[in-house]
């Protein structure tokens, strides 16, 4: 695989293939040669696939239908489908193995990819049945994030995202019910579009919560699903969810925002968060707040309401008669369906029109909402820990989308220093589609945040950890080894913001500074250094009182760990606040 991931492009290959530079079949051979690399990695992404006889069979049926002049908007291009909707040739699991069926015919979607010259390459790995945001429910095992396999790949559209991200297939259908198709885009850096409820077709899938399940798609960029749209949108007599809406294609210049976020304790989220908001200002767009509190409330409803007997209904046979094959954390979900009452159902109709409406209120204030995909990401291990919680988590700014009838597409805004994808999410009433691919197109984000370059062949990737650095430990200083000898890498000399005193503490040996948060304080200079995660713990094992490691802002607004004090630290001290920095006062004490 390399030292880089190497995404595909369908709308490349399709071109290409059409023109003549390449053929299918050299399409293909390509993508058989990457199956194999990756199935030493992450074989767990997929339930099942074409063998590669199969696979050559039909790039050669492409080639030669572009031979004969017939037109294939989406010609050689490789895809996958998530195990929970229906495909010829394989069996239909929805991640569970006692639930498999063989499907009489191809779901709408894939029959109209396939039709398209696209080429199936296998069944994708998924939460069973659709239930979690995290990919580590399913007893297929769980697909992990692309860029660090200690972490989640989300889910529940886990292989779908992960055979993308790898550059396994050039897209793959998902599903979205509370935002099993944008969650795993965030963390593995793609596209992930969930159209408007009833714009595809949802016949030939398994059902979550019937009334919101939507089937998604992932791509490296938003231009691939406008292509992907191109070909599967439309209305289908055969789905009783199937609408034909009038899309709003409009431009989106007012983007409305959320001020006040919960990032379960990621400063690496809301700093991402903050320079996303920065970057739509200095494109042009007019950002205008907006209460977030309705639209959550309207979330609690999806697992804390009675929509979770709507997953009870979807395979209330199934968990009568096998309630011992189904995953005990996906059972106890959706068991809890079952004492939900008639009534409650109601009162939570009643309740969520009252959302509805503000959520139709707020359009008239704003073209599209911008949110962070999720707040957070979690190591696989810590997820098994606490599988409902960190679940929730996930959820908190994608769960109301379905409920309330919005378009939605998710797009990469960086990397966290973990290596894991951070993304945020653009969102449009019933109908905006388009504007929302055109607004997600202009945003750039698989292009303005490249791809970092991984060792692939490293089952883990070490967790870094940024630490600032004030005073003895500056390059030249006496303290300066204790990195050194850690193997601490240098990232930075910058400041502080502009809210931290210094001093300088009496009776230090060596000389040392105490840095104090203060809003009336001054920039201070500080060196950022990069460490792993054991050395950065055995480094603060040795950190002595008064002085700690806390959290310290930098001038970019990046929040990373650093030194700081206790207030007993500035007790008979000076204060140098004044000289800006640890090594003007070196300077000054040698006259």
């Known amino acids: 695989m390399g030292a880089a991931l190497e995404r595909l492009s369908a709308s490349h290959i399709a071109q290409a293939v059409r023109s003549g530079q390449t053929t299918a ?14 199935d030493t990695l992450q074989p767990q992404a997929w339930i099942s696939r074409a063998d590669g006889d199969t696979l050559r069979q039909k790039a050669r049926e492409i080639d030669a239908r572009i031979a004969s002049g017939e037109h294939l908007p989406l010609a050689g291009v490789p895809f996958a489908v998530k195990d929970n909707i229906d495909a010829l040739g394989f069996k239909t699991t929805a991640g569970c193995p006692d639930y498999a069926y063989w499907p009489p015919q191809n779901a709408r979607l894939v029959q109209k990819a396939l039709d398209a010259g696209a080429i199936l390459v296998g069944k994708t790995n998924l939460d069973q049945f659709a239930t979690g945001l995290n990919g580590s429910r399913s007893p297929y095992g769980a697909p992990r994030c692309v860029f660090n396999r200690a972490y989640i790949s989300g889910g529940s559209s886990s292989g779908s ?32 579009f969930k159209p408007t409820k009833g714009r595809w077709s949802t016949t030939g899938l398994v059902p979550a919560c019937r009334t919101l ?6 791509t490296e960029a938003p231009e691939d699903a406008a292509l992907i749209d191109n070909v599967v949108s439309g209305y289908d007599p055969g789905d009783d969810f199937s609408r034909d809406l009038a899309q709003i294609d409009h431009p989106m210049q007012r983007i409305g925002v959320a001020a006040q976020l919960n990032w379960c304790g990621d400063i690496h989220s809301e700093y991402l968060y903050a320079k996303a908001l920065e970057r739509l200002k200095q494109m042009g767009f007019d950002l205008i707040e907006i209460d977030l509190a309705p639209l959550s409330a309207a979330a609690a409803l999806l697992y804390s309401g009675p929509w979770v007997a709507e997953r009870t209904a979807a395979i209330k046979a199934f968990l009568k008669s096998s309630a011992g094959s189904i995953d005990p954390t996906v059972r106890s979900i959706v068991e809890g369906g079952l004492a939900v009452s008639a009534v409650e159902t109601f009162e939570g109709i009643y309740q969520l029109a009252g959302f509805k409406r503000y959520a139709d209120q707020m359009w008239d204030q704003i073209d599209a909402l911008m949110l962070p995909t999720t707040p957070t990401i979690y190591r696989v291990r ?54 929302l691919l055109t607004l997600a197109s202009q945003w750039g984000g698989h292009t303005t945040y490249p791809v970092p370059e991984l060792d ?34 240098f990232v930075e000399k910058t400041t502080t913001a502009k809210t931290y005193k210094l001093f300088a503490m009496a009776n230090s040996v060596p000389p040392k500074p105490a840095l104090i948060h203060d809003e009336a304080g001054c920039a201070i200079e500080v060196e950022v250094y990069e460490l792993d995660a054991a050395a950065f713990g055995s480094f603060v094992a040795e950190v002595p009182p008064p002085l700690a490691i806390g959290t310290v802002m930098l001038a970019s607004g990046e929040q990373v760990k650093g030194f700081v004090a206790e207030p007993r630290a500035t007790k008979d001290a000076e204060e140098i606040t004044a000289l800006g920095g640890w090594r003007a006062y070196m300077a000054k004490l040698k006259g």
């Open 25 to 38: 079949l050299a399409v293909i051979e390509g993508v058989i040669e990457r199956l194999s690399a990756y």
């Open 161 to 192: 995202a992960v055979a993308t991200a790898a550059g396994l297939v050039a897209f793959a259908f998902g599903t979205d019910t509370a935002g099993s198709g944008r969650v795993p885009a965030a963390f593995n850096h793609l596209t992930g």
């Open 213 to 218: 399940d939507c089937i998604s798609v992932f």
């Open 382 to 435: 810590e997820m098994l820990a606490q599988p409902f919680a960190l679940n929730a988590n996930l959820g908190l700014y994608t769960n109301f989308v379905n409920l309330l009838d919005m378009a939605a597409i998710a797009v990469p805004a960086g990397f966290r220093p973990n290596a894991t994808g951070f993304g945020i999410t653009f969102m449009g009433p019933a109908g905006t589609d388009r504007a």
């Open 456 to 489: 692939l062949t490293q089952e883990f990737r070490m967790d870094t950890i940024k630490l600032s650095v004030v005073g003895a430990h500056l390059e030249g200083m006496p303290l300066h080894w204790q990195l050194t000898s850690r193997n601490a890498k």
